[in-house]
């Protein structure tokens, strides 16, 4: 958006992919910088126990962050089966269905998992985001470009902005992000219509949400990362893609897609409809 308001072009195909599935239990740097972690070693914490350190901060319980995991399945799993994101998927080969979504999830099975990362932690497998492969796309051009090539118009990038925050608690970035984003924009949180959070862990949401307080009919409309997989790099294109076409099916006008980055980050952009 920033190239295209410097006329620096036109269009530009935004795309991200991520193998899960092939990343080694904390990833590949096992090695780390002797000298910054000498220094910083949180900065080399992991994602799950970020996400604990978040559930003992805000005061998240083990049952709120099941009852959200299971919400996220259940939205998922009733979108898929109105054929909700039947336009957002390219078939590869035999592949066109999510098979990430898990139907016979309950409260009773979450129950009996045991934590995925501390012993007496809160997190487990089941409210996390799971191993998946993914790759996403959006395009991303001037609107002079799309009227010049008969191009639809999903929405229009109203603000966009990155923050910081402690790494070993990196799951609540879109809390300042969001709202520096906001600000630019011109807007409050209240002016939202749809939100697209990431979903790395149900105790990262909920700690975002105990600071931004957005009201859950809001908030992933068709499930988030804990029913669909969260492939890093393809996470900010789905969920900004998403954030777009939600505005034109639910007919609203202000939508915000955020996530948390790892490492100590967060990131925003506010859509807008265009009419």
């Known amino acids: 958006a920033g190239a295209i308001q410097m006329n620096a072009g036109h269009a530009y195909i935004c795309a991200g992919v991520e193998s899960m599935s092939r990343v080694p239990m904390g990833g590949f740097n096992l090695l780390p910088h002797p000298g910054l972690y000498q220094r910083y070693p949180q900065a080399y914490i992991g994602m799950g126990e970020?996400?604990?350190?978040?559930?003992?901060?805000?005061?998240?319980?083990?049952?709120?962050?099941?009852?959200?995991?299971?919400?996220?399945?259940?939205?998922?799993?009733?979108?898929?089966?109105?054929?909700?994101?039947?336009?957002?998927?390219?078939?590869?080969?035999?592949?066109?269905?999510?098979?990430c979504p898990r139907p016979d999830t309950t409260l009773a099975a979450m129950a009996d998992l045991q934590p995925a990362f501390l012993v007496n932690g809160s997190v487990t497998a089941a409210t996390s985001s799971p191993l998946t492969d993914g790759a996403a796309a959006v395009l991303v051009c001037s609107e002079t470009y799309a009227d010049a090539h008969g191009l639809p118009k999903l929405a229009r990038i109203k603000a966009i902005a990155v923050s910081a925050c402690m790494p070993e608690i990196m799951g609540i970035g879109p809390v300042a992000a969001t709202h520096k984003a906001l600000r630019r924009a011109g807007l409050q949180l209240s002016d939202i219509d749809i939100v697209e959070l990431n979903e790395a862990f149900a105790a990262q949401v909920l700690a975002v949400l105990q600071e931004l307080p957005i009201a859950e009919e809001r908030l992933n409309l068709d499930g988030g990362a804990i029913a669909l997989g969260h492939p890093l790099g393809a996470t900010g294109a789905r969920i900004t893609g998403k954030a777009a076409s939600l505005l034109k099916r639910e007919n609203r006008q202000f939508a915000l897609a955020t996530q948390c980055i790892g490492g100590g980050q967060g990131i925003a952009t506010i859509l807008e409809a265009v009419s």
Do not use: C, H, M
């Not at 005061?59 to 998922?76: M, N, P, V, W, Y």
């Open 50 to 99: 970020t996400a604990e350190n978040l559930a003992r901060k805000y005061q998240i319980s083990r049952t709120d962050q099941e009852a959200f995991a299971l919400r996220s399945q259940q939205k998922a799993v009733a979108a898929q089966q109105r054929g909700l994101l039947l336009e957002e998927i390219i078939p590869i080969g035999q592949v066109a269905r999510d098979g």
